[in-house]
């Protein structure tokens, strides 16, 4: 056993240092950003995911490039400024099963119940997809995370990437005093509360598939009366009846551009109430929940036009400004990540970035 420990420990060692593995830091500005490779089929490098996150530990900033394949591992991120980019979210997937209830069972809190544990900011993940894929194997529907946050982490960006849980909320981003979060380009998958942050969120050109006759948005804006979840220019479809949205906490909901296929459920967002008066949380700043240029908006009328971008509220903001108030580029650090990668010899997709001047029509 102690031989196996030790050869394992040698072998990345021998990963860590290797040319293969990690590259020439490249200069992104005023900073140096390692990149490192993971490939299941070279074992003279990193052959899982984690090994590379663990090596990097003493690097200020590090992409790891991840190649094609079937990665069936539980990832455990506590450092800042790193990406994970795989080649495509068709061929690079990360997929393991864990229900939340099982390992509630043996440990106090849910760090290590999801797919993607994060407790770190200034996370990128990118041309991946993300499976917990408990439920499809003990036919359950009951809290399977994909990707799971806690307090301390912000800035996280998806981008291009496949999200799918066979249970209820499969990305649940929980910072709820100050977390920034950005999803483009994805396609998130799940039931109830499937997509489900606490704090400030923007998610655009992406798609919506929700397994139940639940809610598939949940926001937590408690804290603070600026925190909001958008979405732009995206699609949410399901099985027959589904909702669009709901919350437990003060909240507050953007709709824009967007289209509702028509086994949308014509159930306006809400708040949860209980018969226990005292699980029900104080409603502070009232009931928020504003829409724009969405379709078809005949069949939901609560859907109706209330929020007027150009006109009114963003003024010569984009809307990126406007959602993160001014403290957060994420398309900049999607396109400055796109210009190191692109440096390297690693085959991805390319990033699909945002044009600003067309985000809010």
Same mark, same amino acid.
């Given at each position: 056993?102690?031989?196996?420990?030790?050869?394992?420990?040698?072998?990345?060692?021998?990963?860590?240092?290797?040319?293969?593995?990690?590259?020439?830091?490249?200069?992104?500005?005023?900073?140096?950003?390692?990149?490192?490779?993971?490939?299941?089929?070279?074992?003279?490098?990193?052959?899982?995911?984690?090994?590379?996150?663990?090596?990097?530990?003493?690097?200020?900033?590090?992409?790891?490039?991840?190649?094609?394949?079937?990665?069936?591992?539980?990832?455990?991120?506590?450092?800042?400024?790193?990406?994970?980019?795989?080649?495509?979210?068709?061929?690079?997937?990360?997929?393991?099963?864990?229900?939340?209830?099982?390992?509630?069972?043996?440990?106090?809190?849910?760090?290590?119940?999801?797919?993607?544990?994060?407790?770190a900011s200034d996370i990128n993940i990118v041309n991946l997809s993300v499976l917990n894929s408990y439920g499809?194997?003990?036919?359950?529907?009951?809290?399977?995370?994909?990707?799971?946050?806690?307090?301390?982490?912000?800035?996280?960006?998806?981008?291009?990437?496949?999200?799918?849980?066979?249970?209820?909320?499969?990305?649940?981003?929980?910072?709820?005093?100050?977390?920034?979060?950005?999803?483009?380009?994805?396609?998130?998958?799940?039931?109830?509360?499937?997509?489900?942050?606490?704090? +400030? %969120?923007?998610?655009?050109?992406?798609?919506?598939?929700? *397994?139940? =006759?639940?809610? &598939? @948005?949940?926001?937590?804006?408690?804290?603070?009366?600026?925190?909001?979840?958008?979405?732009?220019?995206?699609?949410?479809?399901?099985?027959?009846?589904?909702?669009?949205?709901?919350?437990?906490?003060?909240?507050?909901?953007?709709?824009?551009?967007?289209?509702?296929?028509?086994?949308?459920?014509?159930?306006?967002?809400?708040?949860?109430?209980y018969e226990n008066i005292d699980r029900i949380r104080a409603n502070l700043y009232g009931d928020r929940y504003?829409?724009?240029?969405?379709?078809?908006?005949?069949?939901?009328? +609560? %859907?109706?036009?209330?929020?007027?971008?150009?006109?009114? *509220?963003? =003024?010569?903001? &984009? @809307?990126?400004?406007?959602?993160?108030?001014?403290?957060?580029?994420?398309?900049?650090?999607?396109?400055?990540?796109?210009?190191?990668?692109?440096?390297?010899?690693?085959?991805?997709?390319?990033?699909?970035?945002?044009?600003?001047?067309?985000?809010?029509?």
């Open positions: 056993m102690f031989t196996h420990i030790f050869r394992c420990l040698f072998i990345s060692l021998l990963a860590f240092l290797s040319t293969p593995s990690i590259a020439t830091p490249t200069q992104n500005g005023d900073t140096e950003v390692a990149t490192l490779l993971v490939d299941q089929h070279d074992k003279s490098g990193f052959i899982t995911i984690q090994a590379a996150i663990d090596a990097s530990s003493k690097l200020k900033e590090v992409i790891i490039l991840i190649k094609p394949g079937h990665y069936k591992e539980k990832l455990f991120i506590t450092r800042n400024n790193l990406s994970l980019v795989g080649s495509s979210k068709g061929n690079t997937v990360i997929e393991y099963p864990e229900l939340r209830n099982n390992w509630r069972e043996k440990h106090p809190n849910d760090w290590g119940a999801a797919v993607i544990n994060i407790s499809r194997r003990h036919n359950t529907d009951e809290h399977q995370f994909a990707i799971r946050s806690f307090e301390n982490a912000s800035r996280i960006i998806l981008h291009q990437c496949n999200v799918v849980a066979d249970g209820s909320d499969t990305i649940s981003l929980w910072n709820k005093k100050d977390g920034m979060y950005y999803h483009s380009y994805c396609n998130f998958e799940g039931h109830t509360d499937m997509v489900c942050p606490r704090g +400030w %969120a923007l998610i655009e050109n992406s798609t919506f598939f929700n *397994h139940k =006759k639940s809610a &598939t @948005l949940w926001h937590d804006g408690e804290l603070n009366q600026e925190q909001k979840l958008v979405v732009n220019n995206s699609h949410f479809d399901g099985i027959e009846g589904f909702w669009l949205g709901r919350h437990h906490y003060d909240a507050q909901f953007y709709l824009l551009n967007s289209t509702f296929s028509k086994n949308m459920e014509n159930k306006a967002l809400f708040k949860k109430t504003f829409f724009y240029n969405n379709s078809p908006i005949e069949a939901y009328p +609560w %859907a109706s036009n209330n929020f007027y971008p150009k006109k009114k *509220h963003l =003024k010569n903001q &984009t @809307l990126e400004q406007w959602v993160f108030n001014g403290k957060w580029q994420p398309n900049l650090v999607l396109m400055k990540l796109s210009q190191v990668i692109e440096k390297t010899n690693f085959q991805a997709d390319k990033f699909q970035i945002n044009d600003k001047s067309k985000i809010v029509k």
